[in-house]
């Protein structure tokens, strides 16, 4: 299985803050990553898929990055509606997709 | 609205059994893969289950094969999973979700771009 491992685990931001969050694959998976945002109680949601491209109705603040084995996610400007987990996800083995620990951003 | 409502979750012996499903809606339920994916208390998530549209392809995670059935009736627009011989380690709140597919120069990318609220399965003596 290919194994996904996000840093940091957790992260402690300001509003207005610019914010990376990095997710590194086992192996290299082209650019079959997507991202989600997921806060308390609440399902996932889809933020960028094919590791850059943003899907329909999401803030333009969030972008991401890579290519192989190294990815990234950028939250630009940080809103207070941004404070949430986020999740990585290679789509290269689909039947047998696997997700990244998940990174919680919180408040500072 | 596109939507997908899960049921069925519950609370359930180790070993005993439960029937999950997902209603959806607002969406050709025929033309999408679907997976289920779940996350136990706490802690990240976890895929479980795929189905293709017409249930011709079928997979599971190592850690439910032989226990757990991924199924579908797109005359009913539904979803099911159902779980035999539970663990207490299955104890999660399971998700359905959509396989949306996005094309990129003649590529082709899979993501999951609907999910469900989610049903909560506890396994506890």
């Known amino acids: 299985d290919i194994q996904m491992t996000q840093s940091p685990s957790s992260l402690s931001a300001s509003v207005g803050d610019r914010v990376t969050i990095t997710c590194r694959a086992s192996?290299?998976?082209?650019?079959?990553l997507n991202w989600y945002q997921q806060k308390p109680g609440k399902a996932p949601k889809l933020l960028i898929y094919?590791?850059?491209s943003l899907q329909s109705g999401v803030p333009s603040r969030f972008s991401g990055s890579g290519s192989g084995t190294d990815f990234t996610l950028t939250i630009s400007s940080l809103q207070p509606e941004d404070f949430a987990t986020y999740y990585c996800q290679q789509s290269y083995s689909i039947l047998l997709t696997t997700f990244g620990q998940g990174t919680r951003l919180e408040i500072k | 609205e596109v939507q997908l409502v899960e049921s069925g979750g519950g609370l359930v012996q180790p070993g005993g059994s439960l029937r999950l499903s997902c209603a959806a809606s607002g969406f050709t339920f025929s033309d999408y893969n679907m997976n289920w994916v779940r996350q136990a208390p706490g802690k990240g998530l976890e895929w479980v289950s795929y189905i293709s549209s017409r249930s011709s392809g079928i997979h599971y995670a190592d850690s439910v094969k032989g226990r757990l059935t991924i199924s579908r009736d797109n005359a009913k627009n539904s979803l099911y999973l159902q779980m035999n011989s539970l663990r207490v380690e299955d104890t999660a709140v399971y998700y359905c979700a959509r396989v949306g597919l996005g094309e990129l120069l003649n590529y082709y990318y899979y993501y999951m771009d609907v999910w469900g609220k989610g049903t909560t399965v506890t396994v506890s003596s």
């Open positions: 192996q290299s998976i082209n650019n079959y």
């Open positions: 094919a590791a850059s």
